[in-house]
Nanobody, 124 residues
Framework: QVQLVESGGGLVQAGGSLRLSCAAS????????MAWFRQTPGNEREFVAT????????YYADSLKGRFTISRDNAKNTVYLQMNSLKPEDTAVYYC?????????????????WGQGTQVTVSS
């Protein structure tokens, strides 16, 4: 089992950058595929990005390619989401998620573990 704690959210102006972090408990972090999702009030949770166990492969939502970058540091049990050129429509609660498989998946119901979320607000 793994516990996930996100941090790094906050208020930023449009065009700015933020880096989210997700710290995982346990000694088997490198056994999990990690992902970031986001959610706005009244909407379903939306896939953002995912990264494989080693960090050598990643996959992004088409609309976010080029602005967001997912990475991980297995020695620190942490996954990151670097967000650049932020837009007001990026405002959401951002969640990290984990599952102990091999594939890079985009569906929320395939992930077994979730953090509590961190709020990102982008002002215009």
């Amino acid at each position: 089992q793994v516990q996930l704690v996100e941090s790094g959210g906050g208020l930023v102006q449009a065009g700015g950058s933020l880096r989210l972090s997700c710290a995982a408990s346990g000694r088997t972090f490198s056994s999990y595929v990690m992902a970031w999702f986001r959610q706005t009030p009244g909407n379903e949770r939306e896939f953002v990005a995912t990264i494989n166990r080693s960090g050598g492969s990643s996959y992004y939502a088409d609309s976010l390619k080029g602005r967001f970058t997912i990475s991980r540091d297995n020695a620190k049990n942490t996954v990151y989401l670097q967000m650049n050129s932020l837009k007001p429509e990026d405002t959401a609660v951002y969640y990290c998620a984990a599952y102990s498989g091999l594939l890079l998946l985009t569906m929320t119901n395939r992930y077994d573990y979730w953090g509590q979320g961190t709020q990102v607000t982008v002002s215009s």
